[in-house]
């Protein structure tokens, strides 16, 4: 007897169907199973065999083939498990074959007959969605995540006596079935709020300027000034999420196996990886393709706290995305693209003791802070528009009285500023300030002849590399944004040129 059952592979963050053949045949007792498997999918056979046994179906002693195809696609992982059960139930005439139609089946079985979950349900239910399949069949634990795909049936099941139930007899018992949830745009609320910074009204506002331009960030400040605290504020200030940017969230976390127990995304993540971490880590990568920080970052926050103690090489690899919002992984079997939308916000301490420029307290020696800052290399610190210093916050600072500005005040603003933006970049490749490529700028952030003369002394001044110049009118665009003017003036160049300046006071070239 020979059946088939649809399922789907995952490479990378993108499913693709894979179809399983099983065919039972009279000949001397084997198991084999072929199709580019990896190690983990051909152990399926025992896993089931053993798992069929314990549920009290006895295994005939024949010739079974199971075959996963198309062939040239690399099947990974446990997911596999639950559909050939079902190819070999069917082949075996335990199940019709009519009640496993048009249903793409995805799922680990453990040897009790627990059906357990498996990472990358999202994209295979929107698989089965675009293929117009009727149904999918997943593991209870991924019922949520799959019922997020509108429009498609969703059957969750815990175990091998639940599968049977639902396939053995006519029309599935309703409750397995889980009706459409989708849940796109809510008002969910973040558990930290700007409202709980204290004094920084410096960098309250260079957040703001971040968040409204997407512009990437470094905080400079001794230990105990708040730098991850704000870091760790800045996705509560950026738009709420759309549904596209929650799917494309969604399918990364899903495809690392995040999204088990859960719906889409509702907020913008937040990343904030050790300076241990190798630079595959970060980028994405490793034996079995998966992305990195800096995916699992998209459309939300990058932090990477203590700059400095990053390994080069780790640095290095942000480059790239960082311009890209992308990430390309090549490999010899092809090409994995991951998103990279992130903006990076990044914080470190001035000198090793991290005292410096208070020479009451700190004890570094010159080589010492140079040495240090110097592991920052200049191509990254160039790629970051906007530098503060974050002071320590003095007692009345902390003790202040009075309501701060809530996060949800500031977001206001950011989202009137974005809306500006959306406007005027309507058919470009580019969303955000600063990404406007340095050939459209003259179009898009126009300066009268006052504000060419401060640019041009600044140039001459500070030393500027073009890099760093474009960046300045990039973030003076964002400044002049959040105040509703098309034109850009000489206070937001001059507002711009101080976010420059800090870093120009720290490195010299
Ligand atoms: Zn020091």
Redesign the pocket.
Same mark, same amino acid.
């Given at each position: 007897m020979f059946s088939t059952i649809l399922s789907a592979a995952v490479l990378g963050i993108d499913a693709y169907p894979v179809q399983v053949e099983a065919d039972i045949c009279d000949g001397l007792p084997q198991f084999s199973m072929v199709g580019d498997l990896a190690a983990e999918v051909k152990e399926a056979a025992d896993r089931v065999r053993t798992a069929l046994r314990n549920n009290g179906i006895a295994f005939p002693a024949k010739k079974v083939t199971v075959n996963l195809s198309p062939a040239h696609i690399r099947k990974e992982g446990t997911r596999f498990d639950l559909p050939v059960a079902v190819a070999l139930l069917t082949a075996l005439g335990i199940i019709p074959r009519e009640h496993t139609e048009e249903i793409l089946m995805v799922g680990e079985i453990g040897l009790n007959g627990l059906v357990r979950p498996v990472s990358g349900v999202l994209q295979s239910v929107m698989l089965a969605k675009e293929r117009g399949y009727t149904a999918c069949l997943v593991p209870a634990a991924n019922v949520r995540e799959a019922a997020s795909v509108p429009g498609i049936l969703v059957i969750g099941i815990q175990n091998l006596q639940e599968l049977l139930e639902c396939l053995v007899s006519e029309g599935i018992p309703e409750r397995y079935i889980r009706k459409e949830e989708f849940l796109p745009e809510q008002d969910v609320e973040y558990q930290e709020d700007f409202r709980d910074v204290n004094g920084q009204e410096g960098v309250r506002r260079a957040a703001e300027i971040v968040a409204a331009g997407m512009h990437n960030f470094l905080m400079i400040g001794s230990p105990g000034a708040g730098k991850t605290m704000i870091a760790r504020r800045i996705p509560t200030i950026l738009p709420r999420l759309t549904v596209e940017e929650s799917l494309e969230i969604s399918r990364v976390y899903s495809a690392c196996g995040l999204l088990v127990g859960e719906g889409l995304a509702k907020i913008r993540p937040f990343r904030a990886p050790h300076h241990t971490i190798s630079a595959n880590a970060l980028a994405g990568g490793g034996r079995k393709i998966l992305p990195g920080e800096i995916s699992l970052a998209t459309h939300g926050v990058l932090f990477l706290d203590e700059l400095p103690e990053f390994s080069r090489s780790a640095l290095e690899v942000l480059r790239q995305p960082m311009e890209e919002g992308q990430v390309t992984i090549s490999r010899a079997n092809g090409k994995y693209v991951f998103p990279a939308h992130f903006v990076l916000i990044s914080a470190m301490? /001035? @000198? /090793? @003791?991290? $005292? $410096?420029p208070d020479r009451d307290?700190?004890? @570094?020696l010159p080589g010492?802070?140079s040495r240090y800052l110097h592991r920052v290399s200049w191509p990254l610190l160039d790629r970051i528009d906007i530098c503060t210093e974050t002071p320590r916050v003095d007692y009345q600072g902390l003790t202040r009285k009075g309501e701060n500005e809530s996060s949800a005040q500031i977001r206001e603003r950011v989202e009137a500023a974005r809306k500006i933006q959306k406007r005027r970049y309507q058919g470009q490749h580019w969303q955000f300030n600063s990404r406007i490529p340095v050939s459209a700028i003259p179009e898009f952030c126009v300066l009268g002849s006052s504000e060419m003369r401060i640019m041009e002394a600044a140039f001459e001044r500070m030393n500027l590399s073009a890099r760093a110049y474009y960046r300045i009118i990039r973030v003076a665009r964002t400044i002049a944004d959040l105040e509703g003017e098309e034109r850009i003036r000489d206070i937001h160049l001059l507002e711009a040129l101080g976010y420059r300046s800090v870093d120009q006071n720290f490195w010299d070239r």
């Open positions: 301490n /001035p @000198c /090793p @003791c991290g $005292y $410096y307290k700190c004890r @570094c010492e802070i």
